[in-house]
């Protein structure tokens, strides 16, 4: 959730709600489809059917994800911090 929250902040949507799947199974395949990776590796994923992998290879894709995220926000408040006190 933090992850959806943090790319939907980014592209300017803070007002949209919505509901995880519980059922592990279902869950690994909507991040698969949305996860900020290439089509190929997407397929990759939807193929694996082994699902305690999928979900291990989704966990490591959105920490990454998460720590870019978290980067780039950072950064922005650098620039707007520096452009107040030059202004």
Known sequence: ADFL???LALM???????ELPTDPQHLSFIAA???P???ESKQTLLAETDMAA???????VLKR??????E????EKTVWKRLKTES
Do not use: H, K, P, Y
């Open 33 to 35: 489809c949305v996860l």
């Open 37 to 39: 990776i290439d089509n």
């Open 65 to 70: 994800e998460v720590n870019r995220l978290r």
């Open 72 to 75: 780039a926000a950072e950064s």
């Open 5 to 7: 929250m943090r790319s």
């Open 54 to 60: 999928r979900l291990a290879t989704e966990r490591e």
């Open 12 to 18: 300017g949507q803070t007002d949209i709600e919505f």
